[in-house]
C-alpha cells in the first residue's frame, strides 16, 4: 500500500511528529513511516534574509523519498521563505510527491508570546493537512474552516478545523485507495 513519509529536517521535534503523523494517517487513510532526520540542505539559508529556502528543502525531500513512499513531508522548525514572499509556513508540489511544514511562525514564541504546546501542535497538524492536500491536487478552498483555506497569519491558521470541508474531503476520497481506512473524511 502507498505510504506517507514523514521527516524532520534539522533538529527533530518528536511530539509534532507524532501529531502530524497521526493526522496524516487518519485523512489521507494511508500509513505513515517516519524517516531518519535529514540535514538542512547546504545553501538553503539566505544570511540577508535570516530564512531558509522552502524550494531547497522541497528538493532534499524529493531525493530523500523511499520508493515506497508516494508523498514525503518534511517538518522543519526553520523559518522559510519563498523568493516572491516574505514567509511561508509550508510549501508543496502541487500534485506532487513533497510537502514541508515550518513550525517557526506558528509557534507563540515566535510572536514573543510564552509557548502554548497544544497550539502548536494543533497548527502543525492543520499546515501538514494543507500542504499535503496540495500533493493530491487540492487548491485553496473558500471555506475558512477547511484545512485546505489560505492562511496568511495564525489568525487564519486558527480558523481552519482539522477535518477537510465536503468539497476537499471527495477530492481526497478520489485519490484514496476503497481499501484504505476513512479516518476524518466525510
Known sequence: ?????????????????A???????????????????????PGSFDAARGQWSAPDMLLA????????????????????????????????????????????????????????????????RKEALHELGHTFGLVHCPDGGCPMSLSVGVVQVDRKGEAFCAACAALVREKTPASSPGGRLP
Not at 8 to 17: M, Q, S
Not at 30 to 41: N, Q, S, T
Not at 63 to 71: G, M, Q
Open 61 to 124: 525531500l524529493l531525493k530523500a523519498r523511499p520508493p515506497a513512499a508516494e508523498r514525503i513531508l518534511g517538518v522543519t522548525g526553520r523559518d522559510l521563505f519563498v523568493p516572491v514572499l516574505s514567509f511561508v509556513f509550508g510549501q508543496a508540489q502541487m500534485d506532487g510527491p513533497t510537502a514541508v511544514i515550518s513550525t517557526a511562525r506558528i509557534s507563540q514564541a515566535f510572536s514573543g508570546l510564552p509557548e502554548d504546546r497544544p497550539l502548536l501542535l494543533q497548527r502543525a
Open 1 to 17: 500500500m502507498s505510504r506517507v513519509a514523514v521527516v524532520a529536517i534539522g533538529a527533530p521535534d518528536d511530539e509534532v511528529l
Open 19 to 41: 501529531s502530524v503523523e497521526g493526522a496524516v494517517a487518519a485523512a489521507f487513510g494511508r500509513p505513515v513511516e517516519r524517516l531518519a532526520p535529514l540535514a538542512e540542505p
